[in-house]
Nanobody
Framework: QVQLVESGGGLVQPGGSLRLSCVAS????????MGWYRQAPGKQRELVAK???????NYADSVKGRFTIFRDNAKNTVYLRMSSLKPEDTAVYYC?????????WGQGTQVTVSS
């Protein structure tokens, strides 16, 4: 399994921006499909955005036009740029890596959108 470490979460006001990062250990990062998920209190974990090894992306309807996922294979890192944040974006955000038998998760980073 690959180890994933997220960072970049925090407290931000509505309308603000944050950039989350997820660094993967080891080699082979370029073949992983990478995803960002989130889980709010009392709710199920949901997909926010995904990016394949071929750079195809898809987004949850709730974040389209506001969030951007991108990857830097040279740095073994996937990012989630979040803008126009809303209180309903408050959640723990998790990074996920998938390839063949690999399905790894990070420990999560808290994002709180509040005035």
């Amino acid at each position: 399994q690959v180890q994933l470490v997220e960072s970049g979460g925090g407290l931000v006001q509505p309308g603000g921006s944050l950039r989350l990062s997820c660094v993967a250990s080891g080699s082979g990062f370029n073949v992983y499909s990478m995803g960002w998920y989130r889980q709010a209190p009392g709710k199920q974990r949901e997909l926010v955005a995904k990016i394949t090894s071929g750079y195809t992306t898809n987004y949850a309807d709730s974040v389209k036009g506001r969030f951007t996922i991108f990857r830097d294979n040279a740095k073994n890192t996937v990012y989630l740029r979040m803008s126009s944040l809303k209180p309903e974006d408050t959640a723990v955000y998790y990074c996920n890596a998938v390839h063949l038998l690999i399905d790894s998760w990070g420990q999560g980073t808290q994002v709180t959108v509040s005035s």
